[in-house]
């Protein structure tokens, strides 16, 4: 698969350095700085439980996203599309138009949420009308394309959400959509006409005839709240609104590294348009995660990766599609590189601070052998990408000694950007606000604060 020539369609411009923003409203957007599982669901969790927040908009990815939750009482959902607020009651989920939107394992995935103790997660979601369907087709054929590649493999989750927006550029008119759900007849047109296309050009897949796909996705459309585009602007002005990104900055379509990337916008540019088309544009206060050590799911830049750590985690394992869960110490050099590209963020929230102290040497990286720094090309251009990636695969990284005695202190330091959100656990219970954001043209605080009383 290939994807549009540069300068198409491109998701968010490099500033290399902090966008010029407005006053900062009551709205959140919670962006991963690494290559994904940060611990966007924990900090999204927390805002929910610590601020009267109306609605989690999801604003890019699908059914591929795992944002773990854990409550105090030991409940646990790994939240792929209902947005990670759920476990709070009334906190209502809106799946934008920038989602696909996999109906299938939205029915799996609201099941378990009421094994949990949440019955009614359907009943607080509203999914735009324009969003792609991910389908059991573009599931088939993006696992026979990995299978394909054999040791070559880029990694992916293999749920058919980049086939899905492949699809939607190359057939705009014709790729199922989730307003299609209301329509049979028309989707049947559609989910034949893509199955046809993949199996001419992949072969027979492994997938469900139409019609027994059909009754689901009729079924979808009877359960949820189906919008039009226009449906966010109202939400937006008539309450608190948290923008939950899925995966990372370092895997964005565009600005990743190529072609170990996943095919979305992973920066804040979507939850920004969004914002942008209700009249708010720039107001929205920016929280990138970060944890004290840098993973990654599958091949690819890890240039910090260091075996010896001994790490494991019980919610990111081995798999068949994504491959290894890896650890490397903390990669400022491409954690700055993610902020630029981002356009910056107004504060962050630094996860797994109870790794520290539990004798391991974690370090810092601030600079690689052979690359002076990360620096931003125009997006889109690919092949610029690639030629990064192969570098990043042959460098190697440069330690702080010895390791930081304050770890958020450190991070500030080398990023330049203030550590407002410290996590030391999995519960909302576990993190600790470190300093208030503040409205530097109005003077006032941006409630990053818990309620207490």
Not at 132 to 158: F, I, K, M, Q, V
Not at 266 to 277: R, S
Request: proline fraction near 7%.
């Amino acid at each position: 698969m290939t994807r549009p020539a540069a300068g198409v369609v491109p998701g968010g411009t490099v500033t290399g350095g902090p966008a010029a923003r407005g006053p900062r409203g009551q709205h959140m957007i919670v962006v991963d700085l690494g290559y994904g599982d940060a611990g966007k669901g924990t900090v999204v969790d927390w805002l929910c439980a610590t601020r009267q927040v109306r609605t989690v908009v999801r604003f890019n990815g699908g059914a591929q996203a795992a944002h773990n939750v854990v409550l105090r009482d030991g409940r646990h959902h790994t939240f792929a599309q209902f947005g990670a607020g759920t476990f709070r009651p009334g906190v209502c989920t809106h799946l934008s138009r920038h989602v696909v939107v996999d109906p299938l394992a939205l029915a799996a995935e609201a099941d378990h949420l009421a094994a949990v103790g949440v019955p009614d997660a359907f009943d607080r979601l509203t999914v735009d009308g324009e969003a792609l369907l991910a389908t059991p087709y573009h599931r088939a054929a993006n696992r026979a394309r990995e299978l394909a590649r054999g040791a070559d493999r880029h990694g992916s989750c293999g749920l058919g959400v980049g086939e899905a927006v492949a699809y939607g550029l190359t057939h705009p008119d014709q790729a199922p959509r989730v307003a299609d759900c209301r329509s049979p007849e028309l989707l049947r047109r559609r989910l034949t006409a893509l199955r046809d296309r993949l199996s001419a050009e992949l072969g027979p897949l492994d997938a469900p005839p139409v019609a027994d796909c059909l009754p689901a996705y009729l079924a979808f459309a009877e359960r949820v709240t189906i919008v039009d585009p226009g449906w966010l602007s109202g939400e937006l002005r008539a309450g608190t609104c948290v923008f939950e990104g899925a995966q990372g900055v370092l895997l964005d379509e565009w600005h990743g590294f190529h072609p170990y990337t996943t095919w979305s916008t992973t920066t804040t540019a979507n939850a920004e348009a969004l914002l942008a088309e209700a009249g708010l544009a720039g107001s929205a206060t920016r929280i990138g995660v970060l944890r004290t050590v840098t993973t990654r799911h599958g091949p690819g830049p890890l240039v910090t990766e260091d075996p010896t750590l001994g790490l494991t985690e019980p919610h990111n394992g081995t798999n068949p599609w994504q491959g290894r869960f890896r650890f490397g110490h903390f990669d400022a050099v491409a954690h700055a590189y993610a902020l630029a590209v981002n356009g910056g963020v107004d504060g962050l929230a630094l996860t797994h601070l109870d790794l520290v102290g539990q004798g391991l040497d974690l370090r810092i990286c601030r600079r690689y052998t052979d690359l002076d720094g990360l620096v931003p090309g125009p997006p889109g251009d690919l092949d610029r990408q690639a030629a990064l990636t192969a570098r990043l695969l042959r460098t190697r990284p440069v330690y702080d000694s010895p390791p930081p005695a304050d770890w958020p202190t450190a991070v500030e330091q080398a990023l330049g950007v203030p550590v407002v959100l410290t996590s030391h656990g999995p519960t909302a219970e576990d993190k600790r606000v470190r300093k208030v954001l503040l409205d530097t043209e109005g003077g006032t605080a941006t409630r990053l604060t818990v309620t207490t009383g």
